[in-house]
């Protein structure tokens, strides 16, 4: 039997811990592509050939709506650029290996895996993450504190995205 396709598109939206020094609390990282910064780059390509890597990039239709959204001026503090994707929390200690490997915007636990499948399924991806906490700003304390309200400030700029996206559609 064969299924069909349960979904159209994915857009992932939540937190993220800020890398760059650029990023502050509450500002909102638009991956344009997703990596996994924890996983042996070989087990994609050795056992799954193909894949040429553990990096997936994010559907252009909805970048475009992204940076539509940026220059309509309807959400400030949008960056547009690389998420990277591990099992657990970023310790200080792990931050500056992380900078030297990938310079990525944000890191977080789900962004590359959502990326992953939905490339493997050939659906249309984005990932929306608002900061949490940054090098400056770190630890859990921080992100609890930051949780709710950068997950409020994702989901308003993820219905922007699909607002635009929606125009171009019709």
């Known amino acids: 039997m064969k299924i069909g396709i349960l979904c159209a598109a994915v857009i ?5 811990g800020g890398i760059d020094e650029n990023l502050d609390i509450f500002h909102t990282v638009i991956a ?3 990596f996994y910064h924890d996983v042996n780059e070989d087990n994609f390509t050795d056992f799954h050939p193909w894949l040429s890597g553990p990096e997936f990039p994010s559907d252009e239709g909805f970048v475009k709506a ?5 220059e309509s001026g309807k959400a400030d503090n949008l960056y547009f650029g690389l998420v990277v994707s591990g099992e657990r929390f970023i310790v200080h200690d792990e931050r500056q ?3 030297d490997r990938f310079h990525p915007l944000a890191v977080d636990m789900e962004t590359a895996a959502a990326a992953h499948t939905c490339y493997v399924n050939d659906i249309p991806f984005l990932a929306v993450r608002t900061v949490t906490d940054t090098g400056k700003r770190a630890g859990l304390c921080e992100f609890e504190a930051n949780c709710d309200k950068a997950s409020d400030i994702a989901a308003e700029v993820t219905r922007l995205i699909i607002g635009e996206y929606a125009e171009t559609m019709k």
């Open 12 to 16: 992932n939206c939540g937190t993220c």
């Open 32 to 34: 344009t592509k997703s």
């Open 66 to 70: 992204a940076r539509a959204v940026e």
């Open 97 to 99: 290996n992380i900078i």
